[in-house]
């Protein structure tokens, strides 16, 4: 009886064991999927050093909503008030400013860069990189309704001296936001 207790307690010793161990299939298959246009997620010691520039762009960014005025955006990032393409979703952050802001007053904002998913970065060199941000924004109007929603834009980061600053946006399109969801799977 005491050899049975024993087995026992060492095959469960040895399913826990297995149980803790990574699925590298799962792990290859995300691995893939987070590959898509060239994106990887970054290594943890990568990670802090891309989503402060993100976090920071989005505070600037939900301000301007807020406070109906791209001047608080564009102060912070000049370069976004050039080249605007809104039928390419590049650097088109004041289109959505004028559409909040028509009809009714914004109170507060929450944003959460990995609403969806967590950031991938494509580098270029070492002083440029991509970061696309698939997270949500929800603003909460006057009537106490909310706006907003899922986001997905990449952020084009260029390194000053030894901090990254967002030099150009490219909002997905409805129809980009169709194909990048169809290469996802």
Not at 16 to 33: K, T
Request: overall charge negative.
């Amino acid at each position: 009886m005491k050899y049975f207790y024993f087995g026992t307690l060492i095959a469960v010793l040895l399913l826990s064991l297995i149980g803790c161990q990574q699925n590298v299939a799962q792990s290859n298959n995300q691995s893939s999927n987070g590959a898509v246009e060239g994106f990887v997620e970054p290594e943890p010691s990568d990670w802090v050093e891309y989503t402060k520039p993100v976090r920071e762009y989005m505070y600037y960014r939900t301000q301007a909503v807020l406070e109906n005025n791209a001047h608080i955006l564009w102060d912070q990032y000049p370069l976004l008030k050039e080249n605007i393409d809104r039928e390419k979703g590049l650097n088109v952050e004041k289109f959505e400013i004028e559409s909040l802001n028509s009809g009714f007053e914004l109170l507060d904002a929450n944003f959460n860069i990995e609403g969806y998913e967590r950031i991938k970065v494509k580098t270029i060199n070492n002083s440029e990189a991509i970061v696309l941000v698939h997270g949500s924004i929800v603003y909460l109007r006057n009537d106490f309704e909310e706006s907003g929603g899922e986001y997905l834009i990449k952020l084009f980061l260029k390194q000053e001296g030894n901090q990254w600053t967002v030099v150009k946006t490219d909002e997905y399109t409805l129809p980009e936001y169709k194909e990048w969801l169809k290469e996802k799977q």
